[in-house]
T-cell receptor, first 109, second 115 residues
Framework: RKEVEQDPGPFNVPEGATVAFNCTYS??????FFWYRQDCRKEPKLLMS???SGNEDGRFTAQLNRASQYISLLIRDSKLSDSATYLC??????????FGTGTRLKVLA | SAVISQKPSRDICQRGTSLTIQCQVD?????MFWYRQQPGQSLTLIAT?????????ESGFVIDKFPISRPNLTFSTLTVSNMSPEDSSIYLC????????????FGSGTQLSVL
């Protein structure tokens, strides 16, 4: 079993829609969780950290479910510019970041 | 966020040759790492670059194939040695810095194609 798993998608959604991605992790000792955004042929960029109580940044909401070992990312009012691949990541050990394969999102006009 | 400069941005190399990728961070660095991302795959950690000592390699990666240097806190190199077409990939330098509150940031990557 992979340490971090994501549905590769693509998720095709119309502009203005709400879309959610989940990411499961296998290491129950994982302590930190993140969502990264990666545009085509670009490096991953940190979108947001995921806190135990859940957190929101504008149209983006991240949540953590430790009991079921998954994190989620909710995007409201999708924009064309949100089209990208979204990578989830956890830390295994102090600073070792493990990444999922990413979920592709296409927002359609 | 920290600025991580990586070069070259891309290269096309012949089988059997070696390529050295450079990474420079503009702020005080806690840790530096090298990742590989093959087409359609996730980021795979190659190694942790340790300042002044040998890098710590992940399973499946060895020093003879991917020698890494880190002569100071803000600079590291990764060499892909004796390349084969299977080494074609994007190689990414990354760092944790105090400026980034210890979150992981990436350089712009090196797109390597081996013929």
């Amino acid at each position: 079993r992979k340490e971090v798993e994501q549905d590769p998608g693509p998720f095709n959604v119309p502009e203005g829609a709400t879309v959610a991605f989940n990411c499961t992790y296998s290491n129950s000792a994982s302590q930190s969780f993140f969502w990264y955004r990666q545009d085509c042929r670009k490096e991953p960029k940190l979108l947001m950290s995921v806190y135990s109580s859940g957190n929101e940044d504008g149209r983006f909401t991240a949540q953590l479910n430790r009991a079921s070992q998954y994190i989620s990312l909710l995007i409201r009012d999708s924009k064309l510019s949100d089209s990208a691949t979204y990578l989830c990541s956890t830390t295994s050990g102090t600073y070792k970041y493990i990444f999922g394969t990413g979920t592709r999102l296409k927002v359609l006009a | 966020s920290a600025v991580i400069s990586q070069k070259p941005s891309r290269d096309i190399c012949q089988r059997g040759t070696s390529l050295t990728i450079q990474c420079q961070v503009d702020s005080q660095v806690t840790m530096m790492f090298w990742y590989r991302q093959q087409p359609g795959q996730s980021l795979t950690l190659i190694a942790t670059a340790n300042q002044g000592s040998e890098a710590t390699y992940e399973s499946g990666f060895v020093i003879d194939k991917f020698p890494i240097s880190r002569p100071n806190l803000t600079f590291s190199t990764l060499t892909v040695s004796n390349m084969s077409p299977e080494d074609s990939s994007i190689y990414l330098c990354s760092a944790l810095t105090h400026a980034t509150n210890e979150k992981l940031f990436f350089g712009s990557g090196t797109q390597l194609s081996v013929l």
